[in-house]
């Protein structure tokens, strides 16, 4: 390198020894005195005759070929430094900065503006040194160096905040730490400490350590509201629940003798006869009745709670009525004929004879109301054993009425008979109810017996009514209808009885406190009095329409049977 400077500084010297001016044979210099004496200029030397100014330039113009040459050389020396940089910019530009500032120090030359360099005539070409710049390989760029508007990676301007940036120490409107309670806040007491857990319900609500009525808002003193549906019924530090259903039930067909009937047009209605039809009785249709069950309770401690059903069932009714001459169908009242021993019947229609009309109804009604308390057997996350036990009440009501009035030309006779029974159960009750449950969805299986006394009460009563239909003829009123005669009156006795039930229930939580189900209820009492079973068909028709004595038939005899309701439970329920 050092003799690659030293060539390029001798070449610089030459190029500026061959790049003095010519200076003009016909330039003068006037001194103001005289003749105008010629003088030489850069080049020329004083006293020298023109042959050898001449001789000198020629000496000259070898040396500037000689440059010329030299300069060749230089041009390739210049390039062969190029190269080099090149070579030093892509391996040491960062390591050795001072090596480019030795070269430029060893080329004074070459740093010189380009217009105080010589210019090297030769042949009409002109050449301009290389400078360092010039030196530098393409794309060339100084350590440091940024292009307009450079950004390292990851700048941000000042100010600037990412997208869901949050400072240190932010916390959103409502936001509560973890265990986070309320001033006057106080834990509700469930028990859960003991052997439930978070999926127990009942006793141990919930969730454990805070009782679920109270999470929702009891009282100030749990952090709600004093004036919540679970302060009203006093459910703020104990569990409880309020269960409302709606029971859409079937009661079973009651039984009965025939009561009414019917045949083809001049045909007699009586039972047994071809054309013969019974259109009620034998066998009252139960249809499907509505009805509602409440069931309300709470918890008087971990494993104790106390609570109320009360169910009813709406009228569960089947009647039929009919009339007309006869001219299409004839209707009777049939009965068994004591006195012939054979079936009979009082014709309602017949045509061409009698014209009437005739009107059947049967109803039952049912309620009931239970006080009971409850036992934790046993609970786990995911079931439940509670043992149940207390009283049970009720009430099975029976109603059957038939009023029929047969007119013929002579005379209108009219008979009314009232068959009443009701039934009162009091006694006590014991069962299991298990809970079993799954996220949000839980099944409840409640299978308990009633057992006790059953109060059977039996009310028959009838009249009938006969009128001659001529001007002043009196019209009779006795005490007896059809079916009622010397049976009449009221009966009581009581018997014991047991009335076991199911109901099973499939439901779901939408809500911490709400829960909707849906299930199925069988309801068995062994023992009741009914109003159809209870019905004499037998009677002598020689005492119709008469105040007595009456015949032995119809006999009361206290009859009682059997009696199931069954049906769908959808229920709502607000669960503590």
Known sequence: MKKTFRGLTLAAALLTASGSANADENATVYDGDGPVTPVAFVGDMANHSEDAYFAENAAVAEQAAEAISQTSHVTRAAEELRHHERQLNSTAHQQKPAARQHIAQQMPMMQQPAAQQPQIIGQGVQYEPVS????????????????????????????????????????PVGYQPVGYQPVGYQQCDTGCASACDAGCTGGCGPTCGLDSGCDSGCDSAYGGSSKSFASMFGLCTTDGWCRHEALLWFVENRESPALVTTAARGDLPIVGFPTTQTVFGDNIEGDMSVGYRLDIGRYVDDNIGIGARF????????????????????????????????????????????????????????????????????????????????????????????????????????????????????????????????????ARSLTKVHLGDMEQNVRIAGRSVEDFLTPNAPVIVSNSGMLTMGNQGEFERNVFTFVPEINFKLGYRFRDHVEMTVGYSFLYFDRVALAGVNVDPAIDPAFLNTNGPFPQRPAFDFNDTSLWAQGVDLGFAIAY
């Open 311 to 442: 169910w009813w069932l709406s009228e569960n009714k089947d009647d039929y009525a009919a009339g007309g001459d006869g001219s299409l169908i004839s209707i009777g009242r049939p009965y068994y004929n004591d006195d012939l021993n054979l079936n009979d019947a009082v014709v309602v229609a017949l045509n061409g004879f009698v014209e009437g009309n005739v009107e059947a109804e049967s109803s039952i009604d049912m309620l009931a109301a239970e006080a009971y308390a409850r036992l934790n057997l046993s609970c786990s996350k995911s079931c439940q054993l509670d043992l149940v036990g207390g009283y049970s009440y009720f009430q099975v009501d029976d109603t059957l009425r038939i009023t029929s009035t047969s007119q013929t030309s002579t005379s209108a006779r009219t008979f009314s008979d009232l068959f009443e029974t009701e039934n009162r159960f009091n006694g006590g009750q014991v069962g299991l109810e298990t809970i079993i449950k799954r996220g949000r969805w839980f």
């Open 132 to 171: 360092v710049q010039q030196l530098q390989p393409a794309g060339y760029q100084p350590a440091g160096y940024q292009p307009a508007g450079y950004q390292p990676a990851g700048y941000q301007p000042v100010g600037y905040q990412p997208v869901g940036y949050q400072p240190v120490g932010y916390q």
